[in-house]
């Protein structure tokens, strides 16, 4: 048995929404797909009340004169460059987990165990 199309499947159910109730035709309800719906359109002037025209200057700031600071900048600069330091710093302090230190220190302490390499003097 083949399978139905979704248009099908909504002609179907159309036709039997308009013959199953006597209702008024403004009172029916049709289902329609998706490929059916309107399509937004990007031109449809939802952004020009706020929307600034072009100056002609870099981010709107005539030369000579100082670009009026925002409420969020400082926020901003503090929390990116402090996280930034706070990386750095927890980065440089990490313990060092790689493969290759935990391999030589195993053989070391093998090579202790049998004699072959003496045990280093602490220095307490």
């Keep these: 048995m083949p399978i139905p199309r979704p248009v099908a499947l909504t002609r179907v ?6 013959n199953s109730s006597p209702l008024a035709i403004s ?17 449809d002037h939802a952004h020009e009340d706020h929307y600034d025209p072009p100056s002609g200057w870099l981010f709107g700031v005539k030369p000579g004169e100082k670009p009026e600071k925002e409420g969020w900048e400082n ?12 990386g750095v710093v ?7 987990t790689s493969i290759q230190t935990w391999a030589l220190e195993e053989a070391r ?7 072959i390499l003496k045990e280093p003097e602490s220095k307490s």
């Design 13 to 18: 159910a159309n036709k039997i929404a308009a």
């Design 27 to 43: 009172q029916r309800t049709f289902v329609r797909g998706f490929s059916q719906s309107n399509q937004r359109q990007a031109a």
């Design 75 to 86: 926020v901003w600069i503090w929390g990116f460059f402090g996280s930034l330091g706070l």
């Design 90 to 96: 927890a980065y440089a302090f990490k313990p060092d």
């Design 109 to 115: 302490r093998r090579l202790e165990v049998e004699g």
